[in-house]
């Protein structure tokens, strides 16, 4: 029998930019599972409403940091979508650390979502991928890798290491499965800003706005079709990584 429906997990899809991929896909042709943990509730409330238009989304729990949750939810998401073509690695973590006060459990948990976990999906979801048909992973990293800073400390390496196995993944991968990542730049407020701050930083970019919502799935789609492109990262950031007028510039005389 013909599917007649492309098949996508996305993790972390319950909110934020997760959401907006998952509602981009739907709308495209895709059946998506929608991968969450903490927010399984609002991962339900979207494949119900979803479905309710009549798109194919499903909610699916798993802790991505737990290596045998992670080990199996390519394979619970083929079980209620089919066999996957694209996987959009987005689940993140986002909490403040230093290396002056190194706390080894925040360090334990970013690598395990952002580093580990998209190993293991990315294993399997090569592993359920026919020998000669293509397939596509995204992995949403952060455009600040490119320019990293000792903030977030934890959180900046394991992006960083997130953008090395992009590359590495798409060597190991090729040719059948390509492997791209997106680098957001600000795009919602954070749990930490106030409205007036997350102004000031868009503010602050060259373009003078940030991306919406709806480039994140606009980007994927243009990767899932254009399959000459991997071991690359989009960076969806305002021209925030072209960022030059640094203080030290800024005080020079002409």
């Given at each position: 029998?013909?599917?007649?429906?492309?098949?996508?997990?996305?993790?972390?899809?319950?909110?934020?930019?997760?959401?907006?991929?998952?509602?981009?896909?739907?709308?495209?042709?895709?059946?998506?599972?929608?991968?969450?943990?903490?927010?399984?509730?609002?991962?339900?409330?979207?494949?119900?409403?979803?479905?309710?238009?009549?798109?194919?989304?499903?909610?699916?729990?798993?802790?991505?940091?737990?290596?045998?949750?992670?080990?199996?939810?390519?394979?619970?998401?083929?079980?209620?979508?089919?066999?996957?073509?694209?996987?959009?690695?987005?689940?993140?973590?986002?909490?403040?650390?230093?290396?002056?006060?190194?706390?080894?459990?925040?360090?334990?948990?970013?690598?395990?979502?952002?580093?580990?976990?998209?190993?293991?999906?990315?294993?399997?979801?090569?592993r359920q991928?026919?020998?000669?048909?293509?397939?596509?992973?995204?992995?949403i990293i952060?455009?600040?890798?490119?320019?990293?800073?000792?903030?977030?400390?934890?959180?900046?390496?394991?992006?960083?290491?997130?953008?090395?196995?992009?590359?590495t993944m798409?060597?190991?991968?090729?040719?059948?499965?390509?492997?791209?990542?997106?680098?957001?730049?600000?795009?919602?407020?954070?749990?930490?800003?106030?409205?007036?701050?997350?102004?000031?930083?868009?503010?602050?970019?060259?373009?003078?706005?940030?991306?919406?919502?709806?480039?994140?799935?606009?980007?994927?789609?243009?990767?899932?079709?254009?399959?000459?492109?991997?071991?690359?990262?989009?960076?969806?950031?305002?021209?925030?990584?072209?960022?030059?007028?640094?203080?030290?510039?800024?005080?020079?005389?002409?």
């Amino acid at each position: 029998m013909t599917r007649t429906l492309k098949a996508a997990l996305v993790t972390g899809g319950a909110k934020r930019i997760g959401k907006a991929i998952v509602e981009d896909l739907v709308a495209h042709g895709f059946a998506v599972a929608i991968h969450a943990n903490g927010s399984i509730a609002e991962a339900d409330a979207l494949a119900k409403s979803l479905t309710a238009k009549g798109a194919k989304a499903v909610a699916l729990k798993a802790d991505l940091t737990d290596s045998a949750a992670a080990s199996r939810i390519i394979a619970e998401a083929t079980a209620l979508v089919g066999p996957l073509d694209l996987l959009v690695n987005n689940a993140s973590i986002f909490k403040k650390d230093s290396l002056e006060e190194f706390d080894e459990d925040v360090w334990e948990r970013h690598f395990a979502l952002h580093v580990k976990a998209p190993s293991l999906l990315a294993r399997d979801f090569a592993r359920q991928r026919p020998d000669d048909v293509s397939g596509l992973i995204v992995n949403i990293i952060d455009q600040r890798v490119w320019s990293p800073n000792p903030r977030f400390y934890s959180y900046m390496l394991s992006k960083s290491a997130l953008w090395t196995a992009t590359k590495t993944m798409a060597q190991a991968l090729a040719p059948h499965i390509r492997v791209n990542g997106i680098g957001p730049g600000p795009t919602l407020p954070n749990e930490r800003q106030k409205q007036s701050e997350f102004q000031a930083q868009v503010d602050a970019l060259i373009l003078k706005r940030g991306p919406a919502l709806d480039e994140f799935g606009r980007a994927i789609r243009f990767l899932f079709d254009t399959p000459s492109v991997t071991g690359q990262m989009i960076a969806l950031d305002g021209g925030q990584h072209l960022a030059w007028e640094t203080p030290d510039i800024r005080e020079i005389v002409e």
